[in-house]
């Protein structure tokens, strides 16, 4: 990870006044990309976890599957052959936010999830106009963001087009984490790509925080990778870390989030945490700017 990675700073966003706005008895909502180029690192484990956490403190959240695997999607109850219309629709222009939003059990919580076409739409997109901004296109044609507050991306373990449609369409990444030694050297390509993305596509993009998913704290090197991350992210990091936890394991196979699995599980009460952790980040960041 290079040195000029601690200079990512956190842009004040005239689009992330969450707390704001409901304040004024209307939405605003937050767009989080939950990205990370690494595979297997927690990606839809936190995504569907934070969203189901978020939707359990009453916010109205909007879960999008961007990952042709599906896995956010199956793991609220939606595996990718029995969706009809769904993330794919949506980026070719097929269909209309609306047409493709799911309910959920916990019921501020939609989901917009994997068909099996998603995985062709990798290369269909590549000759499409503004093939980088169709979601974001379609969010907006939506008026997602006064529907919402919070809309949660769950991303593929690559950097391509569906990818980069998150980035586009976000306020903030949230980046999950395994505390192991290799993954610092993924945090410093994805640190270029936020850099990137940035400067071509969307300027404000912002990092949430980094967060460290099936984490062992009792570990030397996980200490050790701890640190390193904090001495180059020091306002990034999330202070909650998210256990190995069996029940985050097998709720997936259920089709539920781990909170209406085992709400009283290690790894439920952990991302319950860390949603509170987002909300009030959110809520300081509004009145900084008040
Ligand atoms: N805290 C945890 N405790 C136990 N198991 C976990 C935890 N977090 C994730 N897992 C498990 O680790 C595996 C990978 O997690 P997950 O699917 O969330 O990663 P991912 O980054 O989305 O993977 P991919 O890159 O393939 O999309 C899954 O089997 C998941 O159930
Ligand atoms: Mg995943």
Redesign the pocket.
Known sequence: MSKGSSSVSLKPSERSDSAGARNRGERKARILAVS?QK????????AVNLAASLAAAEREVLLIDL?P?G?ASSSVGFPREQVEVGTYDLLMGEAALDDALLSTDLPPLKVVATTPNLLGAEVELVDLQGRESRLMQALTRARARDRWDFIIMDC??SLGLLTLNALVAADAIVI?MLAKYFSLEGLGALHATIEAIRGAFNPDLEIEGIVF??HNQRTNLAQAVVSEVQKHFPQHVFSTR?????R??ES?SHGKPALLYDIESK?AQAYLELAQELMTRADSRVAARL
């Open positions: 990370n595979g297997g690192v927690g990606k839809t484990t936190t990952d695997q896995n593929p373990p999950p998913c099936n998210i256990p190995q936890n069996i985050l394991s997936p790894g």
